[in-house]
């Protein structure tokens, strides 16, 4: 009796994994960072951009973000718009996809797109048809305005993308 109930234990020990702790002596339990969150290819008007560049649109046109994840595993994007350095926050947020899963069907994959626009004063965005979200500002001259993205995977592994936004006034007003 005594061995089949040792035997029973140990299967059960066995099929919960033993109880024993995998993890190695320097780890925290956080992924390591060649398997953090990375947003790849932004695009504006389907043309690279990399942190830290200027954007120039122009008022009253729309113009096309897209960027792809590094999974297709579900993720969240934010678009953000900031005056005078602020940085991503509630207060500037345009519009929070939840993307990568065929669930979610304004960005059902690792790559996503938004349209935006800015005309009066607002920046504007939508997924096709599905007006997405919007963000209003008072800085008459655009001269200190940026352009953020922000994709987080599951585990809450994030990555923030900053543009410098230049707005042309469109001439034929």
Not at 70 to 77: C, E, F, L, Q
Not at 138 to 165: E, H, M, P, W, Y
Request: proline share 3%; with cysteine; glycine share 8%.
């Amino acid at each position: 009796m005594k061995y089949s109930l040792l035997t029973i234990c140990i299967l059960v020990l066995s099929a919960c994994g033993g109880g024993s702790n995998k993890k190695t002596p320097d780890s925290n339990g956080l992924p390591d960072d060649t398997t953090s969150f990375t947003l790849q290819n932004i695009r504006f008007d389907a043309k690279d951009f990399y942190e830290g560049e200027q954007i120039t649109v122009t008022e009253g046109t729309s113009f096309e973000v897209q960027w792809v994840s590094p999974t297709s595993a579900p993720y969240r994007i934010g678009l953000y718009l900031s005056t005078n350095g602020e940085i991503h926050s509630d207060i500037n947020n345009i519009v929070e996809l939840k993307c990568g899963s065929a669930s979610f069907s304004l960005c059902p994959n690792a790559t996503g797109e938004v349209q935006c626009e800015i005309d009066d004063n607002k920046l504007s965005c939508s997924v096709g048809s599905d007006f997405v979200g919007s963000e209003g500002f008072q800085d008459k001259d655009l001269l200190n305005l940026r352009f953020i993205i922000r994709g987080c995977d599951a585990l809450n592994s994030c990555d923030v993308k900053t543009f410098n936004l230049s707005v042309q006034s469109n001439l034929g007003d």
